[in-house]
Each structure stands twice: as structure tokens, then as C-alpha cells.
């Protein structure tokens, strides 16, 4: 089964930095593509990143420049460095396969911006 597992969320100033963790038990991992999600209250959840299993990387344009999305292959484990973070960041983000793999939705991790 595959299992996503979120970390590194918290509260933050606005501007601040944060660097989230995805641990990931996907078997041939390094074959996958994967990817950073959010949800922000009351709105639907949104896709942040993705990063190929080629190793290329596409951003929603609200975090372009800001966030930066990587892997370790070695380690099956993926990250998302959020630098100048806003108050609008704050949601939980996710992350799981790109497209998504339905059902395998970790609790993921919060992270909270204040102005």
C-alpha cells in the first residue's frame, strides 16, 4: 500500500521560511512522479508542485520564485523550501503522486503564516 507521510509544518511570519518533508513508501519511487498539494480552509485543494520522476519541476503560478521543489530518490523522500511566505500560504499541504493516487491521502502537515 502506498503510504505518503507529511512534516516540517508550523507557524510562521509573514516573509518567513519553511521546509517541508515527504516520506514516501512507493515501491520504484525514483520511476515516479510526485507532487505538493494544499487546502486552505474552506477552499479546494490545490496543486503547489510537481517534480518528474525525469527530475523537472512545474510550479502554480502563486509560488513561482518562492517555493522550490526537490527529491533524494535514495531516500524515497521529497521536499518543498518555502521562502517569503504569505498569510495566502497558509493551508495543509499534502503530498502524493502526480496525478494524485486516490486514497492515499496522508493527514498532512499545517503550516500557518501570520501577517
Known amino acids: 500500500q502506498v503510504q505518503f507521510v507529511e512534516s516540517g509544518g508550523g507557524l510562521v511570519q509573514s516573509g518567513g521560511s519553511l521546509r517541508l518533508s515527504c516520506a514516501a513508501s512507493?515501491?520504484?519511487?525514483?520511476?515516479?512522479?510526485v507532487g505538493w498539494y494544499r487546502q486552505a480552509p474552506k477552499k479546494q485543494r490545490e496543486l503547489v508542485a510537481t517534480?518528474?520522476?525525469?527530475?523537472?519541476?512545474n510550479y502554480a503560478d502563486s509560488v513561482k520564485g518562492r517555493f522550490t521543489i526537490s527529491r533524494d530518490n535514495g531516500k524515497n523522500r521529497m521536499y518543498l523550501q518555502m521562502n517569503s511566505l504569505k498569510p495566502d500560504d497558509t493551508a495543509v499541504y499534502y503530498c502524493n503522486g502526480f496525478p494524485p493516487l486516490p486514497g492515499n491521502w496522508g493527514q498532512g502537515t499545517q503550516v500557518t503564516v501570520s501577517s
Open positions: 517534480i518528474l520522476s525525469s527530475g523537472g519541476t
Open positions: 512507493v515501491i520504484m519511487f525514483s520511476d515516479s512522479s
